[in-house]
Structure formats: C-alpha cells, structure tokens
C-alpha cells in the first residue's frame, strides 16, 4: 500500500517487519527497524500506476515467525542460499548497475541450491528523468548501499510455503529464425542466426527488430525475456544477460499491453500476493500509468528476481 512518510514512521515504531519502496529522499528520513527498502519512484498502487516522490509503498510482513536481515556484496551474494532458513522465503533487492547485481545476474541460473529457497524480489531503480543512483538499504542499521544487495530471511510457520511465479506476456515468434550467443553477457557484438556468425546490432537493423519487444527464450516451457537496453557503437546493451547454448526469439507483437496483462492476470488464480512488483519496460510500453493490475500492487523495477534476474515480467509471491 501507499502511505506517508508519517504512516511509513510509524508503522517501522511500531516494530512491525516491513519492505519499502520510495524515492531516496524518504527513504533515507526512516528510522532503524526492521525493514529493507530499495529506490524507485514508480508504482503499481490499489488506484494504479503513479510516479510519486511523496508517498512511500509498503509491504507489512506479518506471515513470518522469524526474521533476519543481511547485506552483500558481488563476492559472497550466493552465501544467501547457506544464510536463509530452510522453510522459509528470500525477499532480495539488488542496486541497478552494480556489480553485485551483474553478478548476480549472469551466475544465478547456474547456483543450482537456489532452486531449493524461495527467492523474490527486484532491482531497484530511480527517475528516469535523473542520474540518480539507485540504492538499497538495510533498515536495521539504516545503511544504503549502491555497490551492495540487502536481504530480508522469513522464517514460515510449519505447514506454510512460498509460492513464486511470474506473468509475462510475451512468447517467442516461431517465425523468426533462432538466436544464439557465444557467451553469457550483458553486451552482446556477435550472435549466430539459424548457425551463422553475424553482428546482433546489424540483425537488429536489417530486421527493422521493435527492440520493446525482448528476446524470449523458453526454458523448460517457461518464458524469459531479455530486454534490450541500448544500441551503441554496434553493440547492444541488455539488461539481463543472455546465455551460451540458450535458443532466443524476439518476441512476437503485442498489441494491447493492458488487455494482455487482464488476460494473463485473470488466469494466474493468485488471490493474495504477499509482494509482486512490475517492470519499468512494462510500465513504459505498456502506458501503465493510471492502469490497475489486480491484485497486484508494489515497485515498478529495473529487473524483477524470481530465482534469477528477470525482464519486462510481472513477478509475485504467495503463501500457501
């Protein structure tokens, strides 16, 4: 929910377990207690998506029996799957453009322990109109971090579990030929198209690509989006990496975002998330300013976490 800043005080007073999204200059008047937050002016709310600098977005955690907070750093981020409890659900939020986050972000996949822990959460952002930094802080000591990730560790009560799932609106065109990378980056110069070396920049010219629509790959009949980022002296930037040996399509078109997320929203059955959050690219193409996703509320990210980094999804997590 959106509140104050006064609401936000209190509620962190009040000893209540909390995760927080707002802008910089109110997450740094919070006082010490337990909660993690991270920056972005961006929201999906009850009434729909708002950029506001004035109110903060919180999510109240009151399904855990325990709770424990940590931060780290690009050379110890996978330590969270030894730190986490065994039943129990890693809500992470990870500073966009650091290189705890890109490290994160190209090695996940691979840490095969942590498809054992549930893990949500997001890469948190700024104003698009700034050169801000993006930050997380650590509540518990009322620290923020640009180089750093902060982990909130929820202990479930018996019998509960954590539920993480992902809508995305996007599949890969069948028509198009398939792409493949030679490594795992986040920079890409050459790619192969049907088994022949070309440069992806050139690819995406030639094919007149819309780059708001991601590279789609399908892993094990779920699909992935790698968004593309920027074009710049012939290589193109993503935001999450792709990877060696994965078969990518861009994505076929789609032509009503908000109807899609309806259709798919309708068909996921979840009736109360505990945190979701939405993608800045989602928001952006999507025209999602005003618009209402039900029941899903919370930060709108520069990358959303469901296990690995992801892109241009709509990630939330329940317990069952």
Known sequence: ?????????????????????????????????????????????????????????????????????????????????????????????????SKVTEKYAKEAPDVEELLLHPTVGWVSGHD??????????????????????????????????AMINIVNIFEDDKDDPVITFPENTLEVDKCSVDGREISFAEYIREKSVDTQMPLVADYNGVYFNISVKSIENGKVGLYAPVFKGIEYRFARR???????????????????????????????????EGKKTPPYAGPVTFGEVAYQLLNQTLTYCEIV
Not at 129 to 154: H, I, N, P, Q, R
Not at 271 to 287: A, T
């Open 254 to 288: 789609v032509s009503n975002y908000v109807e899609e997320f309806k259709n798919r929203i309708g068909a996921t059955g979840a009736q109360k998330p505990v945190f979701s959050c939405n993608c800045i690219l989602n928001y952006l193409y999507g025209g999602l």
């Open 128 to 161: 698009l109109a700034t050169s801000e930094d993006s930050k997380v802080y650590d509540g518990t000591t009322g620290t923020a971090y640009t180089d750093k990730a902060v982990a909130m560790f929820l202990r479930l009560p018996e019998g509960k579990t």
């Open 1 to 97: 929910m959106l509140v104050t800043l006064d609401k936000a005080i209190s509620l962190i007073n009040e000893g209540k377990t909390l995760h927080i999204a707002a802008d910089d200059s109110l997450l740094a008047q919070l006082p010490r207690g337990k909660w993690i937050g991270g920056t972005t002016p961006y929201f999906i709310a009850e009434d729909g998506g708002v950029f506001t600098k004035d109110m903060l977005y919180v999510n109240e955690i009151d399904f855990a029996s325990d709770v424990r907070v940590a931060v780290y750093g690009k050379y110890n981020i996978f330590q969270i799957v030894e730190d986490c409890f065994d039943n129990g659900l890693t809500m992470l939020i990870l500073p966009y453009g």
